[in-house]
Nanobody
Framework: QVRLVESGGRLVQAGDSLRLSCAAS????????MGWFRQAPGKERQFVAT????????DYADSVKGRFTISRDNNKNTLYLQMNSLKPEDTAVYYC?????????????????WGQGTQVTVSS
C-alpha cells in the first residue's frame, strides 16, 4: 500500500510559478510510475504529466507542455510538479498518483494509488 500526500497548492497570480510536491510513504517508491492529474469544478479529472520509474521518461498534456516539469527524487520518496507561466485555466485540484506498472500512462484508471489533492488557484 502506498500513501501519497500532496502539498504546495495555493492562490497565485497569472504568470507566477508554483511547485507541487507529493510525498510517498512507500520505501520502494522508485519502483512506481507516478503521475499528476487535475480536476476543475464541474469537469472530469484530466492527465497533466507522468514519469516512469525505469528511465525517468516523461510525458505531458499538450495544455501544459513547455510550462510544467515533472520530476522525482527517489532518495526522498518525493514527486514534484514545477509549474511556470500559470494561467487561470490551470486552476484545479491537483492529484498525484502511483502505479506499479512501468510505462507512460495517461489514463487515471491505470493508476492504483491516489493522494487527497491540493488546490491551485490562478487569478487573472
Amino acid at each position: 500500500q502506498v500513501r501519497l500526500v500532496e502539498s504546495g497548492g495555493r492562490l497565485v497570480q497569472a504568470g507566477d510559478s508554483l511547485r507541487l510536491s507529493c510525498a510517498a510513504s512507500e520505501r520502494s517508491f522508485s519502483w512506481y510510475t507516478m503521475g499528476w492529474f487535475r480536476q476543475a469544478p464541474g469537469k472530469e479529472r484530466q492527465f497533466v504529466a507522468t514519469i516512469t520509474w525505469i528511465a525517468g521518461n516523461t510525458d505531458y498534456a499538450d495544455s501544459v507542455k513547455g510550462r510544467f516539469t515533472i520530476s522525482r527524487d527517489n532518495n526522498k520518496n518525493t514527486l514534484y510538479l514545477q509549474m511556470n507561466s500559470l494561467k487561470p485555466e490551470d486552476t484545479a485540484v491537483y492529484y498525484c498518483a502511483a502505479t506499479g506498472k512501468s510505462d507512460i500512462l495517461k489514463v487515471s484508471t491505470q493508476y492504483d494509488y491516489w493522494g487527497q489533492g491540493t488546490q491551485v488557484t490562478v487569478s487573472s
